[in-house]
Nanobody, 116 residues
Framework: EVQLQASGGGLAQAGGSLRLSCAASGFSFDDHAIAWFHQAPGKGREGVACISNLDGFTTYSNPVKGRFTITSGRTKNTADLQMNSLKPEDTAVYYC?????????WGQGTQVTVSS
């Protein structure tokens, strides 16, 4: 059973930083990617960043480019999201997911709140 754990959320001031971590387990395939999405109150989930397990290729949404960095974690099948220069509009529940071909697995989110 695929399991995903997101952690590291909390309260930060504008201009501050947070580091989120995602741990995936319960699968054996190497062809996958780990992505971070967020969902602000009253809005749908939006992609934030993604990293491929095969080649390390990363993608980012425009609002976070230059501020957020997704990296492979120190442990296998983990990924971190370093969030710098946080803005109040970054406030949302952040979810990590596992993407493999046509399948997408979701875990529980972690709340990020940025105060002005």
């Amino acid at each position: 059973e695929v399991q995903l754990q997101a952690s590291g959320g909390g309260l930060a001031q504008a201009g501050g930083s947070l580091r989120l971590s995602c741990a995936a387990s319960g699968f054996s395939f190497d062809d996958h990617a780990i992505a971070w999405f967020h969902q602000a109150p009253g809005k749908g989930r939006e992609g934030v960043a993604c990293i491929s397990n095969l080649d390390g290729f990363t993608t980012y949404s425009n609002p976070v480019k230059g501020r957020f960095t997704i990296t492979s974690g120190r442990t296998k099948n983990t990924a971190d999201l370093q969030m710098n220069s946080l803005k109040p509009e970054d406030t949302a529940v952040y979810y990590c997911n596992l993407v493999q071909t046509a399948r997408v697995y979701w875990g529980q989110g972690t709340q990020v709140t940025v105060s002005s």
